[in-house]
């Protein structure tokens, strides 16, 4: 029976590349996204490999989100797989230097939205008594670096969010993970730092991950049999060790 999909932060990075992942092996999809030219985009490439819908909207709006995901048309309407991958980091600052909009941001997107999208799901699969939910962490959830600390926090927050949600709908069935990446290779620097020239230096000198990396890993954690869950993945690029550890190209 053919899946359908649900991934939110489809436009850009692991998001997008897992988008494309799912279409590959004809898993059906829902793309969710604040900037509607590119869903657009992205939903005439995949539709020649399997069926998309769009849906346009922030997931740090409380009220749209639901509005959004209540209108998922009939056929799409039950998600059996669930991808929370819509974040950010805002600012690289001292906690004493910390812009309180960016601190905000990183809140309302990494803890709040991913809440709101998993609350207006979670019901049809706790009635179903089947689903996969993954929260797309970040090894910042694992360790803090320095003035990482916000960020950090709200990735924390993910990986305790998914293990309260693997305790709660256990009795379900539902399988619930998170997976937990280092540094990959996308547009995550350059909204960290604002458009500033900075963010291209962040992945010179070393091998990062790609989005597709981690696109094919979520593809393997939700294709696993029934009784298996991968409930925590923690993946770096081979050069990088810890949040302090990364071995640069001499």
Not at 45 to 74: C, Q
Not at 80 to 95: E, K, V
């Amino acid at each position: 029976m053919t899946k359908t999909a649900l991934i939110t932060g489809a436009t850009s990075g692991i998001g997008h590349a897992t988008a494309y992942e799912f279409a590959k092996h004809g898993i059906n999809l829902v793309l969710c996204g604040r900037r509607l030219d590119r869903l657009n985009t992205i939903k005439e490439a995949l539709e020649k490999l399997t069926n998309v819908h769009i849906l346009n909207f922030d997931v740090k709006d409380k009220t749209e989100t639901f509005k959004a995901i209540k209108s998922i048309p009939e056929g799409f309407k039950t998600i059996d797989i669930l991808i929370n991958n819509a974040g950010n980091a805002h600012g690289l600052d001292p906690i004493n230097e910390g812009d309180i909009d960016d601190w905000d941001a990183m809140m309302d997107i990494n803890v709040k939205g991913l809440l709101y999208v998993s609350k207006a799901i979670i019901p049809q699969m706790t009635e179903r008594k089947s689903g996969h939910i993954i929260n797309i962490g970040s090894s910042a959830g694992k360790q803090v670096y320095p003035n990482g600390n916000v960020y950090c926090a709200s990735k924390h927050a993910v990986l305790a969010i998914t293990e309260g949600m693997r305790i709660d709908l256990n009795p379900f069935g539902i399988k619930v993970g998170a997976i937990s990446p280092g540094l990959v290779q996308t547009e995550f620097s350059q909204v960290r730092f604002k458009g500033d020239k900075k963010a291209d230096a962040v992945y010179q000198g070393f091998d990062a991950l790609q989005a597709e990396d981690i696109a094919e890993i979520i593809y393997f954690v939700v294709s696993r049999p029934n009784h298996v869950n991968i409930a925590d993945l923690l993946v770096f690029p081979t050069a990088q060790a810890n949040a302090f550890t990364l071995k640069k190209n001499s």
